[in-house]
């Protein structure tokens, strides 16, 4: 099997050259459903993409999608650009994968505790409800300390506030992680094929 380095060289890495495509396709898959939801606020596809990149190769894959995703999105974001803010997203981002990589496969690549048999788990809701939870709560706090909000005003008006910003994300996500966690995992698995 070949691996590449930056500059070309073949050496013996741990990511394969059949990954490093997948990533890079995963990666355009999460920005580019980004742009195509720009019109539904806060439903977006790229949470759980980077949650199952990170399920299905790992800590290391899933967060660099992650911070990849928001490293081309937020420098190109429709809603304008801030430092404190594009860095805060990536490493909210890069939760997703590094929690799904915690939660990753074995071996032989079959998922560790989750069925592949349903197209639905509620495991992964919960983990979709807890992690979008806190990715809305660290980047509000990093909005508030950049902006000099109070706090408790960043937080309202990211929860309580219409059009309820927190809510559709938590709520949007907690359905797509029970819905479309296990046809994503077989999708990529029938893409990816054998090592």
């Not at 999460?30 to 949470?47: H, W």
């Not at 509000?140 to 309580?160: D, E, K, Q």
């Amino acid at each position: 099997m070949s691996y590449i380095t930056s500059r070309g060289m073949y050496i013996n890495m741990k990511i394969p050259v059949r990954n490093i495509c997948l990533i890079a396709v995963l990666t355009a898959a999460s920005i580019g459903s980004n742009y195509a939801l720009i019109g539904l606020p806060n439903i977006k596809l790229m949470d759980l993409i980077v949650f199952v990149t990170g399920l299905r190769f790992g800590v290391i894959v899933g967060a660099s999608t992650g911070i990849l995703t928001w490293m081309v999105y937020g420098a190109l974001n429709p809603f304008g650009f801030s430092f404190p803010i594009w860095v805060a997203t990536m490493t909210g981002e890069a939760t997703f994968g590094i929690v799904g990589g915690f939660l990753s496969k074995n071996a032989s690549g079959e998922i560790r505790g989750f069925s592949l048999h349903s197209n639905y788990n509620l495991e992964t809701a919960l983990w979709g409800f807890i992690l979008t939870f806190a990715y809305d709560l660290f980047t509000n706090i990093v909005y508030a300390a950049t902006f000099g909000v109070p706090i408790f005003f960043a937080l309202a008006t990211g929860w309580l506030v219409p059009p309820w910003f927190g809510i559709l994300h938590e709520g949007s996500n907690t359905i797509l992680f029970l819905l479309a966690t296990n046809p994503l995992i077989r999708t990529i698995n029938s893409i990816k094929g054998g090592e």
